[in-house]
């Protein structure tokens, strides 16, 4: 039996419940909630851990998932199976090696959110294939904080903090203007939000 991946989940009849409870897990009780999650019949196949609740990592990753898939819950259903339907065998399983990868390793669950309003976005057609992994790969590199700061972006920037660093050496940023001294190009020009830079903005709201 060919197995299901997180597309599979997204259009299941069974995502309400997984997304309900995954989000509702705490310590004391996760056990029990990751077992009778667990019982949705391939989602062994999803994370790769047969009967889930192992441990602390375990149970953040099926934390991270729900509040991926709560981003686009309010999207019809038929606009979603439509999406899915259309993906071809290459471009899905891309798309998938970059969400699992994230939600694995992203140090907070808050780009698991960001990374589902990416998800959702790609849905609505508002991006294509290439842009929603570059945004993934902006997201899996950037430290989350500095995401609030992309609207003082909208406009060049003449400075070089650390936060103009991480959104630059993300991907979100590029020069306009680079500073010359003695014939030579040096960094501490101007900075502006990219393509993919805009996008997030447009993305998380604030754009």
């Not at 004391?28 to 990751?34: M, T, Y």
């Not at 780009?111 to 902006?138: E, H, P, T, W």
């Amino acid at each position: 039996m060919e197995e299901k991946d997180i597309f599979d989940l997204s259009i299941a009849k069974e995502a309400d419940k997984f997304i309900e409870e995954s989000l509702h897990l705490e310590m004391e009780v996760a056990s029990d909630v990751l077992n009778e999650i667990a019982e949705i019949p391939w989602l062994g196949d999803l994370i790769k851990l047969g009967r889930v609740g192992k441990g602390l990592l375990d149970i953040r990753f099926v934390c991270k998932i729900g509040k991926f898939l709560q981003q686009s819950e309010s999207i019809d259903q038929e606009k979603k199976e439509a999406f899915v339907a259309k993906l071809n065998k290459k471009d899905r399983k891309r798309m998938y090696d970059y969400i699992m990868h994230l939600l694995y390793s992203a140090e907070e669950d808050s780009k698991a959110v960001i990374m589902g309003k990416v998800y959702k976005d790609r849905i609505m057609n508002n991006i294509d294939n290439d842009m929603f992994l570059r945004l993934c790969s902006s997201i899996n590199k950037v430290y989350v904080e500095d995401v609030g700061r992309l609207q003082d972006y909208h406009n060049p920037v003449s400075k070089s903090d650390y936060v103009t660093n991480n959104l630059y050496s993300s991907g979100l940023l590029q020069m306009t203007e680079a500073n010359v001294s003695g014939g030579r190009l040096t960094l501490g020009g101007s900075f502006v939000l990219n393509e993919v830079g805009l996008h997030l903005l447009r993305i998380i709201g604030k754009g």
